[in-house]
């Protein structure tokens, strides 16, 4: 019999008393099987044992924490990687044996085809399908977003890339947008012109509001610079009585146009102070552009009457991170934002909470229900982990995320608070497009609390000191930012 053959019997062997053997006192939550494949260069044995106990990954001790739980990183080679974890305690000593299969990473080119421009007079007319579409700046979903778009904008398509459009703007600019997302009109000569039928300027207590009516829901862009937004228009062939309007109104000071020609039109929010919130869309083929005003922020209770939107990630049927002990992400999150909403409370805000029980609440619920709330800021609370390839001991500690330039700040602000008051380690501040930081309206941001992976500030979110300690820090954190000139 060849040594591969009797391998082979030996590992099935192996693994088939694994599966019936699930009586040991060594706890594995990661991996999740004891086969798996991974294409990357290390991975993490996740999981705890009695603490008392020794325990051994391929006759290597690894530390065990106070409560149990360990995390040890165990570095891949090419193809098959067998592993025993030997616990020994005083009593007994029990066995798991897992394999992980590294794959070779992933080293191929993706064949994509070639741009094809569509010939004069075969160019097409398209409107978007739904709401909040992305024109992205390359032709695959990793092209980053440029702007969102309304449903029923009409757009200009000159060519195609895989399954992906080009959008004619006239002005150089290239956009792409996913063929899914669009459903085409007609075949036309040339791009589709709107003039601009009429303009009004108002506001309310809370916003400036600028309602332009073109004959045609042509695409848009927004472009914050600074404390300064720039709305441009593709596709005006007339501004009718834009420019007089925009010199006569009292609403947005300052208001101008800073570039028109045969293809858009470019109007300047310009500004001294920060951004609180803006949003852009088409309400019955207007389009309304608004701008939040400042606050009204009483320096002695800078959160009274403040509305903030709390958002515990995940729940229901996703538990999010698990930790070594069987912990779930989404029990945590919920505890801290509960813990925050009676922190706020107190201290005179208007909380809106997008889940408060173990519920499933899907991610653009979310945001919708901050929106509808008028929510000035929603906050997003998380736990971290890692994927393979990954170490906890190397990073670890606070992170927050956004998107938007203007919820930069604002995240800067909380993360030093947190790793100011809880003494963890500054894990970052990250620009990411995620569904929670990509509103422009509230001011939006996600903090990852400390990581769930790593074995002591796991201790920490068990503790609910600390998790009373994170409420604290988050609060202090928004009054900081409120109370900022």
Sequence with gaps: MKFETMRNILLSAILSLISINQALAVNIVYPKEIQTSVDANSTFFIGSATPTSKVYINDEEIKVWQDGSFVHVVPLKLGENLFKIKEISETTTDEKFYMVIKKPRDIYSIETQDYQPFAAGEYLTAKTIKDNVPL??????????LTHLSKDTVLFLEGKQANYYKVGMGNGEVFWIDENLVSIEN???????????????SADKNY???KITPTIQVPYKITERGANIDLTLYGIKSTFDLAPKINTQNFFPQVKITAYDANNVKITFPSTQRLWGYDCKYIDGSLVFQQRKA?????????LGITIALDAGHGGKEPGSIGPTGAKEKD??????KKLNEELTKAGANVVMTRDTDKYVDLYERVKIAQENNALMSISIHANALADGGNPYVKHGTGVYYFNPESMNLAQTVKMKMITELGTNDDGLFRSSLVLTRPTNPLSILIETAYMIHPEEYQLLLDENFRRKAALAIKDGLIEYLLKP
């Design 295 to 303: 606050p009204c922020v009483n320096p002695n209770c800078p959160l």
């Design 136 to 145: 992205r700046n390359a032709p695959n979903s990793d092209g980053f977003r």
């Design 208 to 210: 400036n509001y600028l």
């Design 187 to 201: 075949s036309t000569v040339e791009r589709p012109m709107a003039n601009i039928c009429e303009t009004t300027f």
């Design 332 to 337: 945590i999150n919920l505890d801290i934002a």
